[in-house]
């Protein structure tokens, strides 16, 4: 069965760029009541006038954000889009401390703690779809990114033990795992995108992967597809594929 969107309240974390906002387009489009999370005003009432959304100004690394989002939506989420993230590129041994602690409060922390704000509401009323959008970088590896890969690899192993405990309780979580995008966050992190593979998606090419993940209860979807393979021979042959990954920079 597809889920229904019309009329739900949808939150989207990261919602005045990217991805996120190209999500609370989308949803719009479908009906949702979109409650948009940034910490831009100027960018989120720029968005809120884009989607008709309900804008929800919060640092998502503060200890209270998580009440704060829910209170914007007015105590009930029907869908939750975990999208929010900031990245840094370099040698481990370069990062700053503080850049080291912002990737994991925004990347991982603040998706855990506003999942575990909304899901009670959802196993009450058995209903809800929890989103999370990892990265390849989740599943590969990628060297000048270690703290960014290590954080969007904890989304995927909370995205997987989540849908086990929500088995048959009417809960759906998708795992969103994109390559590269064309988004303003390779500019935010100060170092272009230069890899050859993969070749960029558009943001909404990876909402309209979030849409369908929602709509048909999909557990996990690469952008592009084909990213799947790879993410799998990592895991069956790790060695070769640490060394192709070399060649390709």
Known sequence: MRRRLDGATA????????????????????GCRVVLVGRDQVALRRAARQTGGVECL?????????????????????????????GWAGPLEAMPADQ????????????LRLTRA?????????????????SIAGYMGVAGEAVYAATKAGLRAFADSLRLEAADRGIGVSLIVPGAVDTNFFRRRGQPY????????SADAVAREVLHAVQRDTAEVFVPRWLRLPARLRGAVPRAVDVLQRRLG
Not at 69 to 86: H, I, S, Y
Not at 194 to 199: E, T, V
């Open 100 to 111: 080291l602690g912002s990737l994991v409060e925004i990347n991982l922390v603040a998706p």
């Open 194 to 201: 230069s890899r050859r593979l993969p070749r960029m998606a």
């Open 11 to 30: 939150v989207v974390t990261g919602a005045t760029s990217g991805i996120g906002l190209a999500t609370s387009r989308l949803l719009a489009d479908h």
């Open 58 to 86: 919060v640092d998502l690394t503060s200890p209270d954000a998580a009440d704060t989002v829910v209170r914007a939506a007015g105590g009930q989420v029907d869908l939750l889009v975990n999208n929010a993230g900031v």
């Open 118 to 134: 909304v899901l009670p509401r959802m196993l009450a009323r058995g209903d809800g779809h929890l989103v999370l959008v990892s």
